[in-house]
């Protein structure tokens, strides 16, 4: 953790610890003031007060004076659950294993429709303090985030936009742009899509045909 170059990514293992720790010490100061029902409800908004009893409590938010121990707690607690969760070698520990982006479809839970509609579930950058953030769902998985992404640069003649959707552009499981565009949402790469007509007509896939009526 100290020698984490504060990159929240799929590979650093300081952002695991950090975001783990961090979790398990916001928890900890909701409950410091609030009853162990309303501290469920009340914990996630309180990550910015979390955030700054990490380097003093100048307001007495802790009233036993206890901050630190309660920091330590905090910080096995994150040893513990790391543990448990990705092994005993603290050098294999990777943010993208616990922090993964799964695309479910909402038929997904029908039947067998899952193992044709879901697609991704690989380890994505970011989390909820981050520019282009990835937020924190059940156990650490990313359950929100900028699935389009999109560049506008009108300083250029013709103009052009750079996109790119996580989910990809067709809604047909057997099509090959179901989810062709995920690799690159995950690199944080984009396509150029042209605003000039002829461009655009050159550069344009049609995903389906509509025959001309008789």
């Known amino acids: 953790l100290a020698n984490w170059d504060f990159h929240v990514t799929p590979e650093s293992g300081g952002a695991t610890i950090f975001n783990v720790f961090f979790t398990q010490w916001t928890v900890q100061v909701a409950r410091a003031r609030f009853e162990p029902a309303e501290a469920r409800f009340v914990t996630p908004g309180v ?3 979390a955030a700054r009893l990490l380097t003093a409590d100048q307001h007495g938010w802790f009233e036993n004076e206890d901050r630190l121990a309660i920091i330590a707690q ?6 513990d659950e790391l543990t448990q969760s990705l092994g005993d070698s603290v050098s294999d520990w990777k943010w993208g294993d616990l922090h993964t982006m799964p695309l479910r479809h909402v038929l997904s839970s029908r039947g067998d429709l899952a193992g044709l509609l879901d697609h991704g579930g690989a380890g994505v950058r970011g989390d909820m303090g ?3 953030n990835s937020g924190g769902g059940v156990r650490w998985t990313a359950a929100s985030g900028a699935g389009y992404r999109m560049l506008a640069d009108l300083a250029i003649t013709p103009p052009v936009l750079y996109a790119v959707d996580g989910q990809s552009q067709s809604g047909a499981p057997g099509s090959e742009h179901y989810s062709d565009q995920y690799p690159t949402w995950l690199a944080g790469q984009y396509h150029t899509i042209h605003l000039d007509p002829s461009e655009a007509h050159g550069s ?11």
């Open 204 to 214: 344009a896939v049609s995903c389906f045909t509509i025959e001309p009526e008789e």
């Open 47 to 49: 990550s910015g007060c």
């Open 74 to 79: 905090s910080f096995q607690e994150t040893i």
């Open 130 to 132: 981050t520019i282009c």
